[in-house]
Structures are given as C-alpha cells and as structure tokens.
C-alpha cells in the first residue's frame, strides 16, 4: 500500500521533509500546501509534486491524504492538525507542536479519539548518537544515570537566524518565547527519557546577549530540571562557538558524551591503571574511540547515511510504519506533553524574568 | 521627482544611490533591511546634503512595508534580491518580495519602473558555443533545473512582465552580466570554481559577461529616465577571456593556484557529480549539474547593441575598470569588504536623513 502525503507550508523545514519522503519507497507526495501561493508553486515545480494549493480544506477535500506533514510556523500546527485529523489523516507536525502544552494536549487527545497517528519532528531524538547512548543506557552501560547535560549552540547570522534578524513581522517574534521557544524541543527531547517523571524546572536565567533590533529577544538560555533522582542542565546559546549541539549523560559507572553535529559518541570511565599510567591510558581510549567512531562515519558516508539531519529519516519511517502497521508511534505522547509543560514553564519564567526587569 | 531604491545597501545600490545624488535627486528613499550595513549610505547622505536621502527600514515579505516605502514614489528601482541561503529563502526574498513591491507600485500608481535582473534568466543550455544572445533570446524554460538565483530571478521576471501586462506603469528590465567594480573584485564563478586557494577554471577561453558597476549603474540610471520599455543586456565590450581575467587576478590581487579544465572534461565530472549526488542520497548538495555548466559554462556571447543604441554609454573601459576594480581591492587604506552583520535601532515608521 502506498501511503498518499501531503505537506502543508512550503518553506525551510519542508525542504527536509521533501528530501526524507522522497526516499520513502511506500509514500507518495501528491500535493503541497502554503498560504503563499508562490511558494506552494515554487515547492511543486522543483519538487515535481503534482497539486498546489492556497487552502488547507480544499486540499483535503480533494487530495484525500493519508497522511499531512505540517511544516508550517508553530502558531498554526494546532489548528492544521486539529483540521487534518478530522478529516481522517495522520499527522506529522514540525516541532513544536503546539505554542501550550495546554493545546498540545488537545490535540494528542483528539488524534487518539478520531484513531488517528501523530508525532512531532523531534529529529535530534532518533539521531543515531542519540539511538546508540539510549541502548547503551539501556545494557546498563554507564550504571545509573545521575546527571544530564545538553547544550546547543544557535547561530543568529545563520541562514534560520539571518531571516529571524531581518524581519520583524518573522514568526519567531510572535511566539511568547521567541527563538527559545523554537528551540528547545532540541534540548529537552534528549533528556526526556531520563529525568523522574515529577521533574520541574528551576534556577532558569534568560537573557540577551547579542545587540539587536529587539530588545525582548532573548538569546541565553540556562536552566534546570530538577527532579528527586536526577537533575538535567539545559543550555541554550548564541554566542558560543564553534556552533555545536551536545549532549552528556553522566552515569554511576561512567559517563557519555555526544556530539550531534560531529556524529560522535565516547564513553569516559575510570581507568584500572594507577596515577598517571590511567590518565594516560583514559587518554589513549578516548583516541581510540574517536578513531573508530570517525572509521564509522566513514562507512555511514560511504552508505549515504551522513545526512545533515539523520534523524530525520528514521523519525518519518518510524512514522509511517506505525500509520501501514496500526503500531505505536515512534514518540511517546506523553513525552511529547512533558517536553511541551517544560517548554510552558521556561517561556513564563521569560516572561516574569522580563516583566521584573522592566 | 521622487525615486526609491530597492536593495540601496547592497554593492550596486549604493553605487546607483550615490549617482543620483550627483545627477541631482532631489527626493531619494532607500528601503534597507533592519540588519542591513547603513555605512557607506550615511557617508552619501553626508556627502550629497542636497539630496533628501530617507531611509526606511524594513522586509520586503511585508506588504506593509512596501506600502509604506512606496507613498508617493513615482520610480522605482527594484535591485533587492537574496543571492544565498536556502532555495525557499531565496525564492521569498527575491520573488515573493518582488510580488509586493508590485502590488504597492499599483496601489501606488508609480509611474516607472525599473527592475534588475540578470543575465542568468535566459535558456542557453542548448544553445550552440559563441552563440550571440539578445534580448530576443528565449527565457528560461526548464528553471527548476538551474541554481536557486537563477530559478528565482527567472520567476521574479515573468512575475514583472504579467503585472506590467495587467496595469499601467512604464517597465524596464535590465539584464546585467557579473557586475564587478572596487568593493567587489572576488573572482566570479564564470570565471571558475573556486576551492580555498584553488582555482578550477573551466572554459578557460570563454570571455566573461562582465559590466563595471559605473558603467552598469548609468544603464540602471538611465533606464528611470528615458530608456523605452523592453528589456536590455547590460554587458560591457571587449570582456577578457575567463583565463586572462584569472591571470591579472593573480598578479594583482592574490596569489592562487589555478587549474584549467575543458568544458568536456567538466561536463564529464558534472555527469558522474550527478551520479554520486544521486547515490548519496541528498549527502552531498547537487551543486554542478550537467544543466547548469551548459548554461553558464557555454561559451555564450551577450548582445549590448540594443542598450547601446538607446543612448547608452559605458564610463569606463573593460580594461580601465577591472584595473581599477583590482587595484583597489589590494589597496591597504581600502580593506576588501567582509560580511558583517550591523544592527541599527529599532525600525521607526519612516527614519530620514531629518530626523
């Protein structure tokens, strides 16, 4: 069976849904959507998609789709999905879901009662470092976790930061949170699966640190989940260099850290050898380990799985094999809503923190 | 007469900017982006204090914006376009802003209209070596298979030419070559690929497209004044072959390896590029396509005789400028420019050069 999919939004973020469905063997793209009708025509003529179209409704009346990805800015996600759910679709919504987890939850309860499959582009969740540090966890690798800690640094000229900077009408100055808020489900997807299920976020400090036309842009992130066995630290930058996104998750026997955009994964433990024979030998295993990590990546080039966004590719066939095989979705939903509480949370402490300040 | 300009920051702006202001513009309205760098306006606006310079800051994806730049304009010069970033990011800034400056020109009632855009527009790929191409030649009719400017100031074209056929204003589309000049010496990708300190020439015997950015700027003037409708080349004569453009390059400015490689052996490397792109599975970015060699790579010639004989005259030589446009790059009290992002304060309604 060949599962029909639309995509509605036709900008950045459907540029890597585009290129994921297309090496989908059991998925068809048949039609795209935008409010912008250049842009939906743009979409369908370098991407051979065959029906564009302005309105949602008219797609879905027509088109049929088994399944919608929305790519479209966050403050439209909950209705698109409320609006493809009723018409029978599954549902891929680009993160987050919704602006409140308020209204994320309304709209995981309504996939549920209409039988319908839906998941969130939580891309950093399925990357493969990220897959490999979970089953390492999981054999017990590293004991019992204690400590978490995921950073991600942002670039403001970037190509994402650049169009945020030179608009003021840009999407992002109309979420609450702002840059924070379309950023965080990159940090808080990763420790998800391991904080107490009660943990709260603490000691959050935000504030700006690049100069900007806008003074309620906040830039620096740093805040904590706190829970009764295990904490998380979150940073969030745009100031540190080299950009990067890390990730390190320190256990009762020893410790893994990732780097996401480097693709790589070493454990330090302690070494059996004393004074300074261990600490050189703990220095020759991390030589060793980034060794063989970098012959891994190798081979991933070498098969084309050095994609920019490796996750991604997983998350959407996870997804879909879920949708042909009536399985579970590939990310809980009640992981979803906790990511999306924190994310209320972190926003108003902005909020307050500026309200204060002002 | 009041003008504005579009894109009045970037290297061709400022350039037109600041020749209206010596052919004595009285009213002159820059629209430029909230982090655009304002230096070299301000400079003008300090130089030419007998031209009204106003700014007003904003995005063109806004209609209101364009609205509010276009009050009372009765020319306009439309030279905004985004050169990089993503194939959406490209599309919006070029085409889906070009799309509201044009209905704000309506709304407006703006009497002229003066649009750059580029020789990149037409379908050559199939076009025999040597070809002379006019502004006859037909336009581009497989876009999706060029690069994401081409593919987007393609459409900002047509998109010009449907509201030109639909209302009342004057159009003049100038179509310029590589425009180049002090300030923008680098090394265009007609001339070659360029890898670090390495130059990949390709089609070492073809002569470039070039226009110095004096000699472009007084088509560009001239076309908001008495250049009929149509279309026009804006290419400068006797261009240098791509490998003696190199050559003066390396002798004036910067010391680079080149390595020169035929058309065919490009076209080969391209062909099995493709391939590998293909098998990666979107890993590697399809950057050189077959396609896209045979179109800028093709050893086209670009006709200026229409622009010529409207009364068109360049400023400068080919030789003159790229002399100019060299040495000045390798002058230490002129630093070559680096991209660098300049915040300004929070947009007013409509800032001026009074306020």
Same mark, same amino acid.
């Given at each position: 069976m060949t599962l029909r999919v639309a995509i509605v939004g036709c900008g950045k973020a459907a540029e890597n849904h585009v290129a994921e469905i297309k090496k989908l063997s059991n998925v068809s793209l048949i039609a795209a959507c935008d409010s912008e009708p250049l842009m939906a025509e743009q979409f369908c003529l370098r991407h051979g998609v065959g029906a564009s179209y302005t309105d949602f409704e008219q797609l879905l009346a027509e088109q049929r789709p088994d399944v919608v990805q929305i790519a479209t800015p966050p403050q439209s996600h909950a209705d698109l999905a409320l609006t493809a759910i009723e018409n029978g679709c599954h549902v891929m919504v680009e993160k987050p879901l919704a602006e409140s987890s308020a209204v994320a939850s309304e709209v995981i309860r309504y996939a549920e009662r209409n039988g319908c499959k839906l998941t969130v582009g939580w891309t950093y969740y399925f990357d493969p470092v990220v897959r490999s540090m979970r089953e390492r966890v999981a054999r017990g690798t590293i004991g019992d976790p204690v400590h978490l800690d995921a950073f991600l640094a942002y670039d403001l000229q970037g190509r994402f930061g650049a169009a945020v900077l030179d608009d003021a009408a840009h999407w992002v100055h109309g979420l609450r949170g702002k840059l924070v808020q379309n950023n965080l489900d990159h940090l808080l997807s990763l420790v998800v699966d391991f904080v107490d299920h009660d943990s709260a976020v603490s000691n959050l400090s935000a504030w700006r640190a690049t100069h900007s036309p806008y003074p309620d842009l906040v830039d620096e992130l740093r805040l904590t989940l706190a829970g009764e066995r295990i904490c998380a630290q979150i940073a969030f930058s745009? *100031?540190? *260099?080299?950009?990067g996104h890390f990730f390190t998750i320190v256990g009762s026997k020893s410790t893994l850290r990732l780097n996401l955009a480097n693709q790589t994964l070493t454990e330090d433990s302690s070494s059996r050898l004393p004074g300074p024979l261990g600490r050189l030998a703990c220095g020759l295993d991390q030589t060793r380990q980034l060794a063989s990590q970098s012959f891994s990546n190798l081979a991933r080039v070498i098969r084309s799985d050095f994609q920019a966004l490796p996750g991604l590719g997983y998350l959407l066939s996870a997804f879909y094999r879920s949708v042909e095989r009536d399985e579970d979705v590939p990310i809980p939903y009640a992981h979803i809503l906790r990511v999306s509480t924190w994310i209320d949370h972190a926003v108003n402490g902005i909020r307050d923190a500026q309200a204060v300040s002002q | 007469m009041s003008i504005l300009v579009t894109g009045a920051s970037g290297f061709l702006g400022s350039h037109l900017v600041e020749h209206l202001c010596i052919s004595g513009a009285k009213h002159l309205r820059c629209f430029v982006r909230p982090s655009s760098d304002l230096a070299k306006l301000n400079e003008l606006r300090d130089k030419y204090p007998s031209t009204h310079l106003q700014y007003v800051v904003g995005n063109l994806l806004s209609l209101t914006d364009a609205y509010r730049a276009m009050?009372?304009?009765?020319v306009v010069y439309h030279l905004a376009a985004e050169m990089k970033g993503t194939a959406p990011t490209v599309f919006a800034n070029t085409v889906v802003a070009s799309r509201n400056i044009l209905e704000a020109i309506v709304m407006q009632r703006v009497r002229r209209v003066v649009l750059v855009s580029s020789i990149c527009v037409y379908g050559v790929a199939h076009l025999p070596r040597a070809t002379v191409v006019t502004e006859d030649t037909e336009l581009e009719t497989q876009p999706e298979r060029r690069d994401a400017y081409a593919f987007a100031k393609i459409r900002q074209e047509k998109l010009f030419q449907q509201y030109r056929r639909n209302h009342s204003f004057d159009l003049v589309i100038l179509r310029p070559g590589v425009i180049y000049g002090e300030g923008r010496a680098e090394l265009p990708s007609r001339a070659g690929l360029r890898l670090g300190p390495l130059i990949l020439q390709i089609a070492a015997q073809n002569r470039l497209p070039l226009t110095y950015v004096s000699n472009c700027v007084t088509a560009v003037a001239l076309a908001g004044l008495s250049l009929p409708e149509g279309s026009y080349n804006v290419v400068d004569e006797n261009s240098p072959k791509a490998a003696e453009y190199v050559r003066l390059y390396r002798s004036l400015v910067e010391k680079i390896t080149s390595v020169r490689l035929s058309r065919s052996s490009v076209l080969l490397l391209a062909h099995i590029f493709s391939r590998c792109v293909a098998l990666s599975k979107g890993q590697i970015p399809a950057v050189l396509t077959p396609y896209q060699i045979k179109s800028t790579w093709g050893g086209h010639r670009f006709s200026n005789e229409r622009l010529r004989a409207a009364g068109w005259n360049p400023r400068a030589s080919t030789a003159e400028g790229i002399l100019r446009a060299f040495q000045a790059s390798n002058c230490p009290t002129q630093p070559r420019k680096t991209r660098q992002a300049v915040m300004v304060p929070p947009p007013s309604p409509l800032a001026s050069s009074e306020n």
């Open positions: 745009c *100031r540190a *260099r080299p950009l | 009050e009372g304009i009765e």
